[in-house]
C-alpha cells in the first residue's frame, strides 16, 4: 500500500510505499521514518497514489498552506 504525506521539514507531498521504514524526501533530502507520519490518504496502487497527490496539490494551488483547510465559497 502506498500512503500519501507531508514532509515535516519542507511541508511538500510525497508517496510513500508502506514496504518501507523510511522515505527520503524529493523535495529537501529530509528522511523520515514513515510510521511517525500521519498520513493523508491512502492508495493501492503507485497510478491511483499519484493521482491523489496532484489532485491535493490542485486544492493547494498557490494558497497559503496553512489556509486551504479554511476556503470560502464566495
Ligand atoms: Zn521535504
Redesign the pocket.
Known amino acids: 500500500m502506498y500512503l500519501i504525506v507531508r514532509?515535516p521539514?519542507?511541508g511538500?507531498l510525497l508517496l510513500a510505499n508502506t514496504r518501507y521504514k523510511t522515505r527520503t524526501?524529493p523535495?529537501?533530502g529530509?528522511r523520515m521514518k514513515i510510521t511517525a507520519l500521519i498520513p493523508l490518504a491512502r492508495a493501492y496502487t503507485p497510478r491511483d497514489a499519484v493521482t491523489i497527490i496532484q489532485e491535493l496539490k490542485r486544492r493547494e494551488g498557490g494558497r497559503d498552506r496553512n489556509k486551504y483547510k479554511r476556503h470560502k465559497i464566495n
Request: hydrophobic share 0%; with cysteine.
Open positions: 514532509c521539514k519542507c511538500g524526501c523535495h529537501c529530509k
